[in-house]
């Protein structure tokens, strides 16, 4: 498994702009694919964005698409979310996952950042 240790969350307003980072530890991080989740009170969790380990290809809910930017620093072994225009439906705990190449199974996660924005 790997470690993985999110940051960059926090309270912002509507409209505002957040960027989430996850740095892992592992020699291996380009062989992962990276994800982002989050949980919201009373919610389930769920897939907010993907990017894979091989060609970079990126993936995202819908209700984020065109907000959100999923990136990768191979080179650091970190992973980033830039979170822009945010809504307040946004709210909730984030999660960075990793799934060994394009296994789709997400076996390590971080602790999570809160991120919460407000009206």
């Known amino acids: 498994q790997v470690q993985l240790v999110e940051s960059g969350g926090g309270l912002v307003q509507a409209g505002g702009s957040l960027r989430l980072s996850c740095a892992a530890s592992?020699?291996?991080?380009?062989?992962?694919?990276m994800g982002w989740f989050r949980q919201a009170p009373g919610k389930e969790r769920e897939f907010v964005s993907a990017?894979?380990?091989?060609?970079?290809?990126?993936d995202y809910a819908d209700s984020v698409k065109g907000r959100f930017t999923i990136s990768r620093d191979d080179d650091k072994n970190t992973v980033y979310l830039q979170m822009d225009s945010l809504k307040v439906e946004d709210t909730a705990v984030y999660y960075c996952?990793?799934?060994?190449?394009?296994?789709?199974?997400?076996?390590?996660w971080g602790q999570g950042t809160q991120v919460t924005v407000s009206s």
């Open positions: 592992t020699n291996t991080f380009r062989t992962y694919t």
């Open positions: 996952a990793a799934a060994l190449f394009d296994t789709g199974r997400y076996e390590s």
């Open positions: 990017i894979d380990w091989s060609r970079g290809t990126t």
